[in-house]
């Protein structure tokens, strides 16, 4: 008889421990779903009244300027239509934002400081020096490139063989003094060096561009 009460009594306290600590396991605080982080307004987003009063200076001061030019001077048996604006995949945009940020930090930069836009005028060739087509002859884009700080100031960068980075104004530089070379001994090559034709050798650029560009959509500005 003593032994069927052990053996009951063996039973009953584990499942009984058992009981409690579930109980006390369901009565513990759960995690908190973490707070949404909140993205405080940018300073320089703009109204759309304002917005639209730029895009009609442009309007007034700049594009009938491009078209009599274009018209008249550049190309005058071929139709023009002046770009309005340029636009990057959003997803892609973010994709080339990583890259650049990982190929500094592996090339031992401190800071990307500026994403610089340069202003940009395609040619009239049907191809690029890569071989890609121009879709948008003579029309106006713009160029991305990443900034370091260098001395005073914030300087576009791109890395080089050795894999550190390297700053443009000195590719540029360099380029310069390889095209007048050039222009002496042939007395031909003009001295600015031409973009379309040259490749970016020595490194690893970082400028991106071919971003879908054209008149307005109807239903903007």
Request: hydrophobic share 35%; with cysteine; net charge positive.
């Amino acid at each position: 008889m003593k032994n069927a009460k052990n053996s009951l009594w063996n039973f009953i306290i584990p499942l009984g421990l058992v009981l409690i600590l579930s109980n006390c396991g369901d009565q513990r605080e759960k995690p908190k779903d973490p707070k949404p982080i909140t993205v405080e307004t940018p300073k320089n987003i703009i109204t759309l009244k304002q917005a639209d009063a730029l895009y009609a200076n442009y309007s007034k001061f700049r594009s009938p300027i491009i078209v009599q030019y274009e018209t008249k001077e550049r190309a005058p048996s071929e139709a023009f239509e002046v770009a309005r604006f340029v636009d990057f995949d959003y997803q892609e945009l973010k994709d080339y934002i990583a890259y650049v940020d990982q190929e500094a930090e592996r090339a031992g930069v401190k800071k990307v400081t500026k994403l610089r836009m340069y202003f940009a005028n395609y040619p009239s060739e049907d191809l690029l020096s890569d071989g890609k087509k121009v879709i948008h002859k003579r029309q106006n884009s713009i160029f991305l490139t990443p900034t370091m700080a260098f001395k005073n100031g914030d300087y576009s960068f791109y890395i080089g063989d050795n894999g550190k980075p390297k700053l443009i104004i000195d590719w540029k530089s360099e380029q310069l003094k390889i095209s007048e070379t050039s222009s002496k001994q042939s007395n031909q090559a003009s001295v600015a060096p031409n973009f379309f034709t040259s490749n970016f050798s020595n490194g690893q650029s970082l400028i991106y561009n071919r971003g879908n560009s054209g008149p307005p959509p109807h239903t903007e500005f």
